[in-house]
Every structure is written in structure tokens, then in C-alpha cells.
């Protein structure tokens, strides 16, 4: 195999992860907000139906409900979710949600608009999709070398 069918190879693992993390990533985000919408509808439906001096005790168990609900959802998708973010995702995620959370303040503080703050969070998204798509291209890249100096050798 030579230098550039390996280099070849490496591009093609890193476009194709690139674009399949982007298109199920968004497939599996929207699912978690259709599912987590029902919940809150559900949720809200509860609580409107029953009568209107709801005791606190009534509203925190609503509120507990919806939550249980909500994070049974997030775990149903955990290992979909730890399998697309390989192998680089992980140990970027502290510094995502450093960003996150600081321009999430920008947000609350005006510095920002919500469509600013949106339209940021899709770049950090992709970027952190190619960053992780570079990184395993990068493993393919050098396994395939180190296999191809192991297959001279012998």
C-alpha cells in the first residue's frame, strides 16, 4: 500500500465520520427535543387539569415527574451519543461547555442576541465535529502506516 492510497484512505474515514456524526448527531438531538417536548406538553396537561389550587407537594411531584422522564430520555441515548463522540469528543466536552456556559451569559447579559448565541453553538458543534472526524482520520492515518512498516519488515 502506498503513501498516498493510506493518506487516501485516511480522508475518506475522516469525511465520511465527519458527515455521519453531523447527520445522526442532529437526528438523535431531534429526537431528544421531540421526546422531551411531550414530556413538558404531558407535564403542563397534568397540571392544567387538575384543580387550580394545586398544592406545592402536587407541583413538585409534576415538576419530579417531568424531570425522571427527561433524564430516562438523555439515558436512552447516552451510548449512541458516547459512540458518535469518539474518539476525541470526550475530552474535549470540559472546554465545550466552558464555551457553552459563557456565552450562554453573554445571552442573559444582551451582549449577545439568541440567534447569535444559536448560530455560535452550530459552529462549535461542527468544529468540534471536524476536530473529532481530523483526530480519527489521524488514528486511521497512522495505524495504517505502522501496519504497512510491520508488513515490510516481515
Given amino acids: 500500500m502506498t503513501n498516498k492510497k493510506i493518506f487516501a484512505i485516511a480522508l475518506s474515514v475522516t469525511i465520511i465520520h465527519f458527515v455521519l456524526t453531523s447527520v445522526i448527531g442532529h437526528y438523535i438531538a431531534v429526537q431528544i427535543?421531540?421526546?422531551m417536548g411531550q414530556v413538558v406538553a404531558s407535564g403542563l396537561t397534568d397540571a392544567t387539569e387538575q384543580s387550580p389550587q394545586n398544592s406545592e407537594k402536587k407541583t413538585t411531584e409534576l415538576y419530579q415527574g417531568m424531570k425522571n422522564r427527561s433524564?430516562?430520555?438523555i439515558e436512552?441515548?447516552?451510548m449512541p451519543l458516547l459512540l458518535l463522540s469518539?474518539?476525541?469528543k470526550p475530552l474535549l466536552n470540559p472546554f465545550?461547555?466552558?464555551i457553552?456556559?459563557?456565552q450562554l451569559n453573554?445571552?442573559?447579559?444582551?451582549?449577545?442576541?439568541?440567534?447569535?448565541f444559536y448560530t455560535r453553538g452550530r459552529m462549535l458543534d461542527y468544529s468540534t465535529n471536524f476536530v473529532n472526524s481530523l483526530s480519527l482520520g489521524l488514528l486511521v492515518y497512522l495505524i495504517l502506516r505502522i501496519l504497512k512498516?510491520?508488513?515490510?519488515?516481515?
Avoid: A, F, H
Wanted: no cysteine; charged share 35%.
Fill in 71 to 73: 433524564e430516562d430520555i
Fill in 100 to 102: 457553552r456556559k459563557n
Fill in 76 to 78: 436512552n441515548w447516552r
Fill in 96 to 98: 465545550l461547555k466552558e
Fill in 149 to 154: 512498516r510491520y508488513q515490510m519488515q516481515t
Fill in 106 to 116: 453573554r445571552v442573559i447579559s444582551k451582549e449577545i442576541s439568541k440567534e447569535q
Fill in 86 to 88: 469518539l474518539p476525541s
Fill in 33 to 35: 427535543g421531540t421526546q
